[in-house]
């Protein structure tokens, strides 16, 4: 399992450090960030956190998913690769 946590339906307010906080009570916390819509700077909604171990990701799933954090129910859950576009024949 990886130990990249994807993080949904944060509220609008939070910021990075308030994502490392929430998380490094489950462990050790590499990195906390919310993804900011690069035109107006503004929180998108979700963020990814990268935790120090597999078992600290379990843990952290197991206690914040669905958790309520200002007012919003959070979505924590292993964050998948995207594939890369397919490249067209020319």
């Keep these: 399992m990886p130990t990249k946590l994807y993080?949904?339906?944060i509220p609008w307010s939070?910021?990075?450090?308030?994502?490392?906080?929430?998380?490094?009570?489950?462990?050790t916390v590499v990195s906390a960030e919310v993804v900011l819509d690069r035109n107006t700077g503004r929180s998108r909604g979700f963020g990814f956190v990268v935790m120090g171990s597999e078992e600290e990701c379990?843990?952290?799933?197991?206690?914040?998913d669905q958790e309520e954090i200002g007012g919003?129910?959070?979505v924590v859950a292993s964050a998948h690769r995207q594939k890369a576009p397919a490249q067209a024949a020319s």
Aim: no cysteine; aromatic share 4%; net charge negative.
């Design 72 to 74: 919003r129910a959070i």
């Design 58 to 64: 379990l843990r952290a799933i197991q206690a914040l």
């Design 14 to 27: 939070q910021t990075d450090g308030d994502l490392e906080l929430l998380f490094e009570e489950h462990g």
């Design 7 to 9: 993080v949904g339906n």
